[in-house]
């Protein structure tokens, strides 16, 4: 790891008033988990709204992930942005990731941009419910669940599925609050797809100072302020640790 950049980086945050983090698929990693997305879990929208065999599979799938996902705990990347939040101007997180680590952390002020594998919407009529509540008509003998409310077996996580547009409220805030930030940290996250892809460059735009975090390269690492090649779960703590180093308790 960098040390001597990951100690400017916390300098960098010492001397910010407004920070954004973005975090993605590398923290849920560290805490054992798969990326949701590209694992091929998910089917088109159009087959899982018409074809009943796909919706069964679908469930049946996620009745056997979720135990896995519901039982994960924060990393230390996780633990680390919680203290952030506690001893910095740090604004937001947004995160690519939809397990609910960042929560269950104790961060909040969080926006998932993809949403929450941990609840369910009915297309129908709009009525929520919590995945285990789902996951429990499934033990009980439902294959494919139904809506309490209108009857309707379109129940689906606000996951995007393919042919379907990312949420839009989740994109459009994160832009807001990296609008008004003063330094952006891009922490284990994946830059090769819109609309995050654009967020390092549009922050340069407007002066902003934007740091990368990952053990893996970046098309925007030649176009930042600076890059830690490195597990954030050791890039983070060390850097919450050099600047907890510099606070006095009176």
Known sequence: MEMDVAGIV????????????????????????????????????????????IK?????????????????????????????EMISGLDCIFTQAMYGLHHKAGSS???ELNSSILWVNCMSCGKDYSTDEILSMIERGDEIPKCAGCGSDQLKPPLSFPGQPPPHWEAREAWIRLHNADLFIIAGASLEHEPVASYPFLAKERDIK?????????????????????????????????????????
Do not use: C, M
């Not at 008033?17 to 923290?27: A, H, P, S």
């Not at 039982?71 to 919680?82: C, K, V, Y």
């Open 56 to 84: 069964a599979n679908y469930w049946k799938k996620i009745k056997e992930i979720y135990p896995s996902i519901i039982n994960a705990e924060p990393s230390p990347s996780h633990q680390a942005l919680t203290e952030l």
């Open 109 to 111: 002020n969080v926006i």
């Open 210 to 250: 934007v740091v990368i975090i990952s053990e893996n390269q970046s098309p925007a690492d030649d176009h930042v302020d600076a890059v830690i090649y490195g597990k954030p779960s050791q890039v983070l703590p060390y850097i919450v640790g050099k600047i907890k180093e510099g606070i006095t308790i009176t």
């Open 10 to 53: 916390a300098q960098w945050i010492e001397q910010s008033n407004k920070i954004v983090i973005l975090t993605g698929e590398e923290l849920s990693s560290e805490s054992g988990l798969p990326d949701f997305l590209d694992s091929g879990v998910n089917p088109h929208i159009r087959d899982f709204r018409e074809n009943k065999e």
